[in-house]
């Protein structure tokens, strides 16, 4: 048995959801917070049989697509001036981060 966690976007959780529901997989959803764009996320934790973890990692993969966005950085010009510029940055959002974890035990009550 493996735990798969796989970190994705919000705007991509819900569709992520139906399509574990439709495929018969169990998934328990956790909100969490990216650390570079501090970006909502969802992180889910998927209990399954190791012959079926390249089938999940194919789901997550349909239901989480890597975008570009705009975000906007403020940035100074030069040092002796107090003003602030807004400059738009593209970067990419969006796709997933899996681990596939190795299950010692599990036990459900």
């Known amino acids: 048995m493996k735990m798969i966690m796989a970190i994705i976007q919000d705007k991509d959780a819900n569709r992520l959801s139906n399509i ?3 495929n ?8 969490s917070t990216g ?3 501090k970006s909502g996320n969802a992180t889910f934790i998927i ?3 190791d012959h079926r973890v390249e089938e999940v ?3 997550i993969k349909v239901a ?4 570009t966005e705009y975000i906007t950085s403020p940035l100074t010009m030069d040092m002796s ?3 602030q510029f807004a400059y738009p940055i593209e970067v990419e959002v969006g796709g997933a981060t899996i681990f ?9 009550f």
């Open 24 to 31: 018969n997989v169990r998934a328990t959803k956790l909100s």
């Open 47 to 49: 209990g399954v049989e």
């Open 35 to 37: 650390g570079f764009l």
């Open 57 to 59: 990692i194919e789901l």
């Open 20 to 22: 574990l529901i439709d």
């Open 64 to 67: 989480s697509k890597a975008r």
């Open 100 to 108: 596939v974890l190795p299950v010692e035990g599990f036990y459900h």
């Open 81 to 83: 001036v107090d003003a």
